[in-house]
Nanobody, 121 residues
Framework: QVQLVESGGGSVQAGGSLSLSCAVS????????MGWFRQVPAKEREGVAS????????YYADSVKGRFTISRDSTKATVYLQMNSLKPEDTGMYYC??????????????WGQGTQVTVSS
């Protein structure tokens, strides 16, 4: 089992920055790929970024390349998502996930409760 707890969401104006954290615990997360996903009401949950906890391989959605940075700190068992140059379309509930492949949401086995990000114009 893996447990995930997100933090760091909030409200910001367009062009601003936010940093999300995902605290990870459990038996096997170090061998897993970690992902950040987001969702707005009435839309599909979409992949934002993923990182291999062991090897550091990284993928980004085209919509966030150059603006978002995913990273992990093995000593703190935490995955981060640094979001810069935020746009109103980045608004949504952001979820941390573990145990999947890349940005394929249906491949992930474990999910956090989510943290809200709101970007105003």
């Amino acid at each position: 089992q893996v447990q995930l707890v997100e933090s760091g969401g909030g409200s910001v104006q367009a062009g601003g920055s936010l940093s999300l954290s995902c605290a990870v615990s459990g038996d096997t997360y170090r061998r897993m790929i970690m992902g950040w996903f987001r969702q707005v009401p009435a839309k599909e949950r979409e992949g934002v970024a993923s990182i291999s906890f062991s090897y550091g391989d990284i993928y980004y959605a085209d919509s966030v390349k150059g603006r978002f940075t995913i990273s992990r700190d093995s000593t703190k068992a935490t995955v981060y998502l640094q979001m810069n140059s935020l746009k109103p379309e980045d608004t949504g509930m952001y979820y941390c996930a573990a145990g999947g492949v890349g940005l394929i949401k249906n491949s992930y086995n474990y999910w956090g409760q989510g943290t809200q990000v709101t970007v105003s114009s």
